[in-house]
């Protein structure tokens, strides 16, 4: 089974805050994206990484970057975060091969007050 | 550009009624994969299905069943004696070339006792 896992389901967080969301997979996968979801937008993507210490933005990298120090771990950092940033954050990780598919975790639900 | 549109933001039945979730998806690929997650209430995307375009047979796993018609380039899921527990969030997805899926907004089912 493929698992991912978000460090955290619920986070609390002040305005200006330095926002540390982290993504542990345990399949070796190469491919990992963050995005955020909000009502009525679906899923949008932040960013993501074929690999280690690669990075690629996404459609919204607007107040985010990321670290992939290692394969299994991919963080997505907010330096200073802002209220509009209250969102729900889903990892999601990718079969290398010929059909890819993502796999997601349990998602983590920040509000920034 | 690669675009999923499902044009159903909130769809409301009675347990037992059968309903269909519409996609449609615009891509200037030849190959692609499109896909439908579920996300329940817990927050978790669950992948349901893939299928790539080359591959128009539809499918059925128990009560759902996935239409693939690329005259029309729609992709639509029906969930046949809907329950309580089928009420979530469903996304549709597309991915092309670049393996960057593009998703849907969501339909959100409410299915009620």
């Known amino acids: 089974d493929v698992k991912v896992t978000q460090s955290s389901r619920y986070l609390v967080k002040r305005t200006g805050e330095k926002v540390f969301l982290e993504c542990v997979q345990d399949?070796?996968?190469?491919?990992m994206f963050w995005y955020r979801q909000d009502p009525g937008l679906g899923l949008r993507l932040i960013y993501f990484s074929y690999d280690v210490k690669m990075k690629e933005k996404g459609d919204i990298p607007e107040g985010y970057s990321v670290s992939r120090e290692k394969k299994e771990r991919f963080s997505l950092i907010l330096e200073s975060a802002s209220t509009n940033q209250t969102s729900m954050y889903l990892c999601?990780?990718?079969?290398?091969?010929?059909?890819?598919?993502?796999?997601f975790g349990p998602g983590t639900r920040l509000t920034v007050l | 550009a690669q675009k999923v549109t499902q044009a159903q933001t909130e769809i409301s039945v009675v347990e037992k009624e059968d309903v269909t979730l519409d996609c449609v998806y615009e891509?200037?690929?030849?190959?692609?994969?499109l896909f439908w997650y579920k996300q329940p209430p817990s927050g978790e995307l669950v992948f349901l299905i893939r299928r790539n375009s080359f591959d128009e047979q539809n499918e059925i796993s128990g009560r759902y069943s996935w239409n693939f018609q690329k005259s029309t380039s729609s992709f639509n899921f029906t969930i046949t004696a809907s329950q309580v527990v089928d009420s979530a969030v469903y996304f549709c997805?597309?991915?092309?070339?670049?393996?960057?899926?593009?998703f849907g907004r969501g339909t959100s089912l409410i299915v009620h006792p």
């Open positions: 399949m070796d996968h190469e491919n």
């Open positions: 997805a597309l991915m092309g070339g670049s393996y960057i899926p593009t």
């Open positions: 891509t200037r690929d030849t190959t692609y994969y």
């Open positions: 999601a990780i990718q079969l290398a091969g010929v059909e890819d598919t993502q796999y």
